[in-house]
């Protein structure tokens, strides 16, 4: 098994899978507190307001968030954040917290959770499309829950993909066209792409799908075809239907809220699951703020993130 810490993280992978496991077991269990998030539109992108609250962590706060797509293009990030934590006795701010990087290792960590339960197989081929930040920390995380046999990797520019090979040595890796990097045993799409990339005709049986680049009206990566032949677990039924892979195959009538199987949480505490080598499961992931609260909570202990400390 390959591990790929990232180094200016000074997190360990393994903790980072551990603490989101448990937040979406206790979001299984009904015991967080969890508003949908709030976005707030611009002409080029927008920003998210994502509070949460986990009392078995003793843990609240807010993440402010922004995704803006022509970012790199200028030489910013796409996704960058901000959480706050509050003291949930007192309400004194306790931290302030540069999110960015966090937040690109707490979906990463989703992903790998997901994968760990929904994949058919222990080692895998694992497809990647896309190349960025997130395409990254999606299998750093995913390595260290599973054996990754061969990785396959698209992106709109190849020398992109090429670049994305060299930062994991220890993996066979190769570019690919979209429908060869889909011939895999998990499938991780990470664009932020508004009209399915992804063919129907493309998804063998027993594929495995991360959908994580489908965080906002309107965006989706997958044809709706594979959404009706798959078990669909989500994170969290407001978002999904909201802002998920599912959210415009539901206001085309092409997908129903009843076609839902469960949330990863469900997925985590054994209630839904794989239930056959055959079969294709999809994890829809629009990102939780109960996510940045638990990897929050580990940077704070670490001493790495704080910008700022109140009395």
């Given at each position: ?237 407001d978002q999904a ?23 990863l949480g469900d ?45």
């Amino acid at each position: 098994m390959h591990y790929y810490p990232n180094p200016a993280a000074g997190l360990n992978v393994h903790d980072v899978n551990a603490a989101i496991e448990e937040a979406f077991a206790e979001h299984g269990r009904g015991k967080v507190q969890m508003p949908p998030k709030l976005y707030i539109q611009f002409e080029q992108g927008d920003f998210r307001t994502m509070p949460a609250y986990i009392p078995s962590l003793s843990i609240g706060g807010v993440k402010i968030v922004n995704v803006h797509p022509e970012n790199p293009a200028r030489g910013l990030p796409t996704v960058m954040a901000l959480t706050i934590i509050l003291n949930p006795e007192t309400g004194i701010p306790e931290a302030v917290l540069n999110a960015t990087l966090l937040t690109d290792l707490r979906t990463g960590a989703a992903g790998a959770v997901a994968a760990k339960y929904l994949s058919p197989k222990r080692e895998i081929v694992l497809g990647v499309v896309g190349s960025g930040r997130q395409a990254q920390a999606q299998v750093s995380a995913i390595a260290a829950e599973l054996s990754i046999r061969e990785l396959r990797v698209w992106s709109r520019k190849e020398e992109n993909a090429r670049e994305f090979c060299t930062k994991f040595p220890g993996i066979t890796c190769s570019p690919g066209e979209l429908r060869e990097v889909c011939d895999c045993d998990v499938l991780t799409t990470t664009t932020p792409s508004r009209e399915p990339i992804i063919r129907n005709e493309w998804i063998r049986e027993g594929t495995h799908i991360n959908a994580i680049g489908a965080d906002a009206p309107g965006k989706q990566e997958l044809d709706p075809a594979i959404l009706s032949r798959a078990q669909v677990f989500i994170d969290d039924r407001d978002q999904a239907v909201h802002s998920g892979e599912i959210n415009v195959p539901l206001k085309a009538g092409l997908f129903s809220e009843e076609q839902i199987s469960g949330t990863l949480g469900d997925v985590v505490l054994g209630r839904k699951g794989r239930r056959s080598e055959k079969e294709i499961t999809v994890f829809d992931s629009t990102g939780l703020a109960i996510q940045d609260l638990a990897i929050a909570n580990i940077a704070m202990k670490s001493g790495n993130f704080i910008s700022l400390r109140f009395p």
